[in-house]
Structures are given as C-alpha cells and as structure tokens.
C-alpha cells in the first residue's frame, strides 16, 4: 500500500553505519526528512546526498532531521559516510523490511538486482504524520528537495 499524506508513518529501527539503533520514534519532536537511495558509492546517490550534506543548515532551521536509508550494510554505510563527510545518519535496511513499509523497493534494478530501495522522499512532521511523500520510479532522478523544505516551512 502507498503511504498517502496524512498517514502515520510506520515506525522502525534500523542500524545506523556507526553500527547503533536508530528509531524513528527517537526523533519525535521534531520534523525528519526519511530519504530512501538505491546504493552506496555510485554517482547519482552520491549528487543527491552530498546535496544534502552541503544543505544541511536550511533542513537544521527548519527544525529536521535528516535519516538517509539503503539496503546497504552498515559497513558500506560506514565506508561512504567517511569518504564523503555526510553530516546526518545513514541507515541499513539490508533486510528490506522498511524500504517495503515504506512501499520503496525496485523489484528489478539494474545489473539483474533485485529489492534495492527506491530513491524517496519523505516528511514525517514532529507527531509523526507524513506531510510529504515522493516515490521515484526512475532511479536516475533526484526527489524535488525545493518541495520537500517547503512541506516543512
């Protein structure tokens, strides 16, 4: 089922690349972006979370936080979180389990792939309603992040 605006967003916990839980429940309170990408270490996932890296004080004034999920490992998440200095958690869903709650996850993808997560966009606000939802069916494009601030303005 696709997650409509108004929906309470469905709770997780997932593993964060420093190896730690991450709830999403932890960050009632205040506004999160949840950004789901296709894989660690290739270019178009890259642009788009150094973009965010490089913005992270408009999403800070705005009162979010910003959590990025892939079915990565929390080892490649680790990896690519150093090499590329992002500045905001990046979560492992290697089991899929969220990418599926969250109705993003390619069943094919490139190279015979199969169950990568769909480059998505949401707003969760601080109770926990999606105010913003953004699910991409080609993985060469970039959520609307102009539209995203604007959900959280």
């Not at 992002?86 to 094919?108: A, G």
Request: glycine letters at 4%; aromatic letters at 12%; proline letters at 4%.
């Amino acid at each position: 089922m696709p997650i409509k605006l108004g929906d309470k967003a469905p709770d997780f916990t997932l593993r964060n690349s420093e190896k730690e839980l991450v709830t999403l429940k932890q960050y009632r309170g205040q506004n999160v972006v949840l950004l789901f990408f296709p894989m660690a270490f290739t270019g178009v996932c890259t642009k788009e979370l150094c973009s965010m890296r490089d913005s992270i004080a408009d999403y800070a004034k705005l009162n979010a936080q910003v959590l990025a999920v892939s079915v990565d490992s929390v080892f490649t998440l680790g990896k690519w979180k150093e090499e590329q200095q992002f500045n905001f958690p990046l979560l492992s869903d290697f089991n899929k389990t969220v990418s599926k709650k969250y109705d993003s996850l390619y069943k094919d993808f490139v190279f015979e792939m199969k169950g990568v997560s769909k480059r998505s966009a949401f707003v969760i606000d601080p109770e926990g309603t999606i105010t913003y939802a953004e699910v991409l069916e080609s993985a060469g494009d970039i959520p609307n992040f102009d539209a995203v601030k604007a959900a959280l303005a």
